[in-house]
């Protein structure tokens, strides 16, 4: 078996005690970026030399016995809307493009200090608007589950190479489910922690009061080891928490999760089963319900009304942050600079004409929505009923865990769909959403965990648990993570014995 199939705890322990090195671990992995990428197309930039001067360091300090952090030498790949200072970050927009970072992202410094080779920057839509990658302005990425398939969105690039085993685990970011249904859609882990938990400094915003940075990995232990190296309280993101969460790899188990759940109360939510589920989904979450059960939590059916109304108030809230977030995208702040071939050149024809070529449909889209939900005689209409929404999807979870310690959902409403078989009708592409974004319009911490299988395609649940209880979250997609066929998480595909 190559060591590109072990974990990131396996491979750290593999490291410690000299078995590989990290120059050697960082190699294999970039030759199997190298010969993927062309057929997934999951990177946009491949760092060979950045990569391999940590991993050389790494094992420098190694062999002169210094102190190493746990994980240092296992390689990451960032999402390409996270700025790593003197690499090009493009989050997958022709605006950005040739674009070099000037500062380091708080999670990449956080990335430096656990001595972790990056070895490039992943695909995504435009500025994370969508549910497919297809938005991205440099291609999609293909799920490796299937030439066709789309591995989902807007973190694709993320979930496809940890699927494909390119790489043990990357970081995304979650604005509405951008890191939990690709997840779900390839079969992979991914955590949106509980909002402030990681630092959104050096993070191109989206939606500012719903992003949030969160690990990408193919075990729910490494995904929580993975939160704990990015959490940190930073005093330059003014809605960062005081505390770093803790105890969240302990929460797993480690490997050893033969813990029972009894006094667990879970709920499953009336609104998010039946309809608009597939039926194939619909029987994977229900057995994962089942294995719950067996291991002793109390299943318990909750009524959350609200969530109906949440991916409606998610694309009124979203779209008006975003035509906010996009203003500095103009040619003279941020991005590249289009002068208009005809008529005057005033700064105003300018920005029009860069704005025009630069941005592509989705994101042109969101920009107009947001405009128009925010402008003052229909601002009460449109953005205000969506606030009241919001605050109405906070108080019955609120409610809601008052009688349950973790709720669990079906993480997407179906498997992964063809590459363009959603991009002409946004109302189905806006519908895989459905599932994900109460957790991010309450901000409360919400995971994917591979469960099992469906028409021979993964399916994931989310776990959703209440504000600073990641720990909790991570416990109960540990326990679902043992009960889970386990094909669901592994994607066939060849990995050659390279190292
Ligand atoms: N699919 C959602 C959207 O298009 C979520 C995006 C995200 O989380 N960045 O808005």
């Given at each position: 078996m190559s060591i590109l199939t072990l974990s990131a705890i396996e491979l750290a322990k593999k490291l410690r005690e000299g078995e590989i090195t990290s120059e050697a671990l960082t190699k294999a992995t970039l030759d199997r970026i190298h010969a993927e990428n062309e057929r997934?197309?999951?990177?946009l930039f491949i760092d060979d030399d950045g990569a391999l001067d940590v991993a050389r360091a790494v094992d420098a300090d190694r062999a002169a016995g210094k102190e190493l952090p746990p994980f240092a030498g296992v390689p990451i790949a960032l999402k390409d809307n996270i700025c790593e200072r003197g690499t090009p970050v493009t989050c997958g927009s022709k605006m950005l493009e040739g674009w070099i970072a000037p500062y380091d992202a708080t999670v990449v410094k956080n990335i430096m200090a656990a001595r972790l080779p990056i070895v490039g920057h992943t695909n995504m839509d435009e500025f994370a608007m969508?549910?497919?990658?297809?938005?991205s302005a440099f291609g999609p990425t293909v799920n490796?589950?299937?030439?066709?398939?789309a591995p989902g969105g807007s973190g694709g690039g993320s979930a496809a190479a940890v699927a494909a085993y390119l790489v043990p685990w990357a970081l995304g970011s979650d604005t509405g489910g951008s890191i939990r249904q690709p997840g779900a859609l390839t079969g992979t882990v991914g955590a949106k922690p509980?909002?402030?938990?990681?630092?959104?400094?050096g993070v191109v915003a989206m939606a500012s009061s719903l992003d949030q940075v969160g690990p990408v990995a193919r075990t729910v232990a490494d995904a929580a080891a993975l939160q704990e190296i990015l959490s940190s309280h930073d005093p330059?993101?003014?809605?960062?928490?005081p505390e770093p969460a803790t105890g969240l790899l302990d929460a797993t188990g480690e490997g050893s999760q033969t813990e029972d759940l009894s006094g667990l109360r879970i709920g499953v939510v009336?609104?998010?089963?039946?309809?608009?589920?597939?039926p194939g989904v619909e029987a994977v979450f229900e057995q994962a319900v089942e294995s719950l059960k067996e291991r002793g939590a109390q299943i318990v059916e909750v009524s959350l009304p609200s969530f109906e109304m949440a991916i409606a108030a998610y694309y009124l809230i979203m779209p008006a942050e975003v035509s906010s977030n996009m203003a500095?995208?103009?040619?003279?702040?941020y991005g590249n600079r289009v002068e208009p071939t005809e008529g005057p050149v005033t700064a105003e024809t300018m920005m029009r004409e860069t704005r025009g070529k630069m941005l592509g449909a989705e994101v042109k889209r969101r920009i107009i929505l947001g405009t128009y939900a925010l402008d003052a005689g229909r601002y009460d209409e449109f953005y205000g009923s969506a606030l009241k929404v919001r605050t109405l999807v906070q108080r019955e979870l609120a409610d809601a865990f008052a009688q349950v310690d973790a709720l669990v959902t079906p993480?997407?409403?179906?498997v992964a769909f063809e590459?363009?078989?959603?991009?002409?009708d946004l109302m189905a592409m806006y519908m895989n959403d459905m599932t994900t974004t109460p957790a991010n319009l309450a901000g409360v911490p919400a995971m994917s965990v591979p469960a099992g299988l469906a028409d021979g395609l993964p399916v994931g649940v989310q776990v959703v648990a209440p504000a600073h209880e990641d720990a909790r979250m991570y416990k109960v997609a540990a326990m679902i993570e043992a009960s889970a066929d386990p094909s669901a998480r592994t994607c066939p595909i060849d990995v050659r014995e390279d190292a």
């Open positions: 997934l197309n999951a990177f969508g549910s497919s990658t297809e938005n490796p589950w299937g030439e066709n398939l509980t909002y402030g938990n990681i630092s959104r400094y330059l993101d003014s809605t960062s928490l009336k609104e998010l089963s039946g309809e608009g589920i597939e500095r995208f103009d040619g003279v702040r993480t997407a409403p179906g590459l363009g078989a959603k991009s002409e």
